[in-house]
């Protein structure tokens, strides 16, 4: 039947072997049977540029996701808070589109509703403000004409400080909030809803207005990974 695959929060990088291994199968043995693939933010660790595209493993997963579309595979990307850096170099040597987050479309007939995540995320207030920050052009070219390796050292430092902020916050604190969720589904027309970031992957029925909603989390692959395959009849979350 024909279906479509969602995964997000790979974070790929050279010190995670098992997860690269997991996500190149992944590739060559299960998304080459879909009709799209979309990535919903944090495909690598970190991302410093598309200057840095030459990096080994960097080059190896462009090549692979250009190995998908050639076998007939649509590609999509859409940043996370790890790689929002990403950019139309990378895309075009992957293949693959990068979309806007939040990306609204119609999925097997089913309007749907594409984010990384993060944005729902608002009772962590410090995060937010950051990611406003990082978001922002300016700050992004200024980083950007940085040098590739001085800006590898700012965001190690960036990635320090992270753990240690997140060692002093609630677990409820880096979880959606139920108004953020809601107000989305209410912007959106009530759509079904699909992102990663928490890693707490689970199927949720959102009343809103009185209407239920579906809301997907992806799985984190940071020990087995997994997707969600979806077509005319549903979705079905799958763990590697």
């Not at 250009?66 to 990403?86: E, I, P, W, Y």
Request: glycine fraction near 6%.
């Amino acid at each position: 039947m024909p279906h479509t695959l969602f995964i997000s929060d790979t974070h790929l990088c050279i010190s995670r072997q098992h997860t690269n291994t997991l996500f190149f199968d992944f590739l060559r043995n299960t998304a080459t049977k879909a009709e799209s693939l979309y990535v919903l933010g944090d495909l690598f660790e970190y991302w410093p540029g598309d200057d840095d595209i030459d990096e080994p493993l960097h080059t190896e997963v462009a090549s692979a996701f250009s190995q998908l579309k050639d076998r007939g595979v649509a590609l999509f990307l859409m940043h996370g808070n790890r790689d929002f850096l990403v950019g139309e170099k990378f895309c075009k040597a992957a293949g693959m589109t990068l979309l806007k987050d939040p990306y609204l479309f119609d999925l097997h007939g089913t309007s749907t509703l594409l984010m990384h995540g993060d944005t729902l995320c608002t009772d962590d207030i410090a995060y937010i403000a950051f990611r406003d920050q990082v978001r922002n052009p300016a700050w992004q070219a200024a980083f950007l004409a940085k040098p590739l390796a001085e800006r590898k050292m700012i965001i190690e430092g960036l990635r320090e400080s992270s753990k240690q902020a997140q060692t002093q916050k609630s677990t409820e604190i880096m979880d959606v909030t139920n108004e953020a969720v809601q107000n989305t589904l209410r912007i959106y027309n009530y759509p079904r809803l699909i992102h990663g970031h928490t890693h707490r992957p689970a199927k949720h029925a959102e009343t809103v207005d009185g209407k239920i909603c579906e809301r997907w989390v992806l799985p984190d692959w940071y020990e087995h990974g997994g997707y969600l395959r979806c077509d005319s009849s549903g979705c079905e979350m799958i763990h590697i």
